[in-house]
């Protein structure tokens, strides 16, 4: 076994790595960007060596800097975690070449399956089912459209060398197909360097169900079962389960032959996901089709040890040094129910957009980190820690398990209820209403489960105003009554020697004004009125949050202040609301409708509008490239295009005004 490793990787994963490796006795190296100087992954390894600058390119992606840090350091080996240089068949064939151990493939069948077009073919030869598409290498527009219409819309185009749902466009209709392939092909040669593309049907309520396989040095191959990962957004998970519902004995030894056949095919070495396209006929039966091989470890493997009680990531460390698998296909079981659930920082509500900020609060649900329970956290990030653009938006994985689905279902829910953010926008409360909602909740699977549920999932209230400024009141009068001294004239209880105190409170709540009133009564009771809602209220210190009934209606809350928004979390959900300083907002202009700013920081790609062009509201203006993907920028507001502040390629930080519009021009 190795003594030394070196983790070519960066957050959760590199902990992930770090943790079996230490548990394993084997020292590791960190490598770190100038953004992760102070990352929770360098303070876990027993040494780190700094690489470069903060983009990706920069640092992580430099394979020579970091075959240099493991010959520096004596490391025998690298682990190349996941994304990055994990399926880079240079980098492996480097590390051959240097005497280090590269814990995956073999680089030739990294190059066999890295790029999407010769591995279906390859897969085509070795029997393995394919859907309707086109991989060949004639990749000029014309023909790709002629293809298109062969193969029926809807059709996707994938970057043949792509991963991750980057480089990846759907199609319905055939007006379409040239800006999604133009889109395509640019973020594909930015992503990877190769801009070619495949076609494939689009398949009707499709599944996507993937096999962990793995194969050893010699020649054993085993499959640990399956995982469901149709929940998407934007083509990337969202929510992982082992075992897939619904999939019968028979079916999972067919696509777990079917998956070993396809690493046997390479010659495969390590941990592989074979991803299959999943079709549910009307007649209830389903037809699997090869999608792709990822030649690396999966985010979503711990739900794989999660039902079989092993670390994957153990039995990557000893069948690269060599050792034979650890079980067979026989000694193999799955025991009880796994979810997985992405927690990112991104705004659902605004097409899944990634944030940025700094986690000025990251609480955790109790759980244990690296190990079989119940609630199982991976992460990189510590409370403080900063996310910024130059990296993917996931800030953690929460992992469940239990006997039954339900079980599991509901421990998910609970464990999403008692994870604390803020500091920046999180896909936390939406992950709920994805895990309550009626077509997940009895395994209605498919990759269009959340636009089909979309109206349960996007622009929801959990709290609602009442509850949400009863909350903010209370702790506003909880911080005042901690603040005070023994001095009764110090007391901001509203007490007076007649009549009944009046207090106002201005909010803002999902963009519109709100008020609310609180009475001092002469009894020592308090009174509020928030719009239509009046009643008693009453409050007190409960744990770590408040004790609140307010007309007729009761709730737990927690309640963090940042700046003048207040943080709201409870077992109904979690919300935010303003509370308006009147006195510091005296004088401010709200006349900036006319402005189009940068959400996040990142590169410029196009501006599709030029000077002089009339908009609409919400027309795609501009195309910003942030969080290694695309995003599209819409109009505020209809007007006339005055000026582009910007050119193509520029950087832009957050919050940068990118071009005007003449709002008067059409409004007058």
Request: hydrophobic share 40%.
């Amino acid at each position: 076994m190795f003594k030394k490793i070196l983790i070519a990787n960066r957050g959760e994963i590199a902990c992930r790595v770090a943790a079996t490796a230490r548990r394993m006795a084997i020292r590791t190296v960190a490598v770190y960007s100038d953004a992760d100087a102070h990352a929770k992954h360098v303070s876990l390894c027993d040494e780190s060596i700094h690489i470069g600058g903060n983009a990706p390119q920069d640092s992580y992606l430099r394979w020579e800097k970091i075959i240099e840090a493991a010959k520096a350091t004596g490391a025998q080996a690298i682990h190349p975690g996941y994304g990055f240089l994990s399926e880079n068949e240079a980098f492996a064939q480097a590390c051959a070449d240097n005497a280090l151990v590269f814990i995956g493939p073999p680089a030739s069948a990294i190059r066999a399956m890295g790029l999407k077009a010769e591995s279906k073919r390859l897969m085509e030869q070795a029997g393995v089912p394919l859907i309707p598409g086109y991989h060949g290498s004639d990749q000029s527009p014309a023909l790709l459209r002629r293809e298109a219409d062969r193969i029926g819309y809807p059709v996707l185009i994938k970057a043949s060398a792509g991963g991750g749902g980057k480089g990846m466009r759907a199609v319905d209709r055939p007006e379409d197909f040239d800006a999604a392939l133009e889109s395509c092909k640019r973020e594909a040669i930015s992503s990877f360097g190769n801009d070619s593309v495949l076609l494939e049907k689009y398949a009707q309520r499709p599944r996507h169900i993937e096999i962990q396989v793995f194969g050893d040095t010699h020649g054993n191959y085993v499959y640990l079962f399956e995982r469901d990962c149709s929940v998407q957004r934007r083509h990337q998970k969202v929510l992982e389960e082992a075992p897939a519902p619904g999939m019968t004995g028979a079916m999972r030894q067919q696509m777990g032959e079917a998956a070993v056949a396809a690493a046997r095919a390479v010659h495969y070495v390590g941990a592989g996901t074979v991803e299959f396209i999943v079709e549910q006929r009307a007649d209830c039966a389903m037809n699997f089709f090869f999608m792709e091989m990822n030649t690396r470890l999966q985010v979503e493997h711990p739900v794989t040890e999660a039902i079989t009680g092993l670390d994957l990531v153990e039995w990557q460390l000893r069948v690269a040094s060599g050792e034979k698998l650890p079980l067979a296909q026989h000694q193999l079981k799955i025991n009880g129910h796994a979810i997985e659930a992405r927690i990112c920082a991104e705004s659902p509500d605004n097409n899944f957009l990634p944030a940025t900020g700094t986690l000025h609060v990251y609480q955790k649900p109790p759980c244990s980190s690296f190990e079989r329970g119940p609630v199982r956290i991976d992460d990189g990030v510590l409370e403080g820690d900063t996310i910024s653009p130059f990296y993917d938006s996931m800030v953690a994985k929460l992992i469940v398990h239990g006997q039954t689905r339900d079980e599991a279902l509901a421990r998910l829910d609970e464990a999403l209820a008692q994870t604390r953010i803020v500091g920046l926008q999180t896909n936390v409360q939406f992950l709920r209403y994805v895990v309550r909602s009626p077509s997940f909740a009895v395994a209605n699977l498919d990759t269009a489960l959340i636009q089909r549920e979309a109206a349960v999932l996007f622009n929801q209230e959990p709290i609602g105003l009442a509850m949400a400024a009863a909350s903010a009141i209370a702790q506003t009068l909880q911080r005042e009554k901690e603040l005070e001294s023994s001095d009764p004239f110090s007391r901001r209880d509203g007490w007076r020697s007649h009549g009944v105190t009046l207090r106002r409170f201005e909010f803002e709540f999902h963009g519109q004004p709100a008020s609310a009133e609180l009475a001092y009564l002469r009894d020592g009771t308090l009174h509020v009125t928030i719009g239509d809602t009046a009643g008693s209220f009453v409050f007190a210190r409960a744990g770590r949050g408040l004790d609140i009934h307010f007309a007729g209606q009761r709730i737990l809350a927690e309640v963090y202040a940042q700046g003048e928004v207040d943080h709201i979390f409870s077992a109904r959900g979690a919300t935010q609301i303003t509370a308006i300083d009147l006195l510091a907002h005296a004088g401010e202009s709200h006349t900036e409708k006319g402005r189009l700013t940068a959400p996040m920081p990142g590169k410029l790609v196009s501006f599709l509008v030029r000077v002089g062009d009339r908009v609409d509201a919400g027309q795609a203006l501009a195309v910003m490239e942030a969080m290694k993907m695309e995003h599209t920028i819409a109009a505020p507001a209809e007007g006339v295009v005055q000026e582009l502040l910007y050119a193509a390629g520029d950087q832009v930080a957050e919050g940068s005004e990118l071009l005007r519009i003449d709002v008067q021009t059409v409004a007058g």
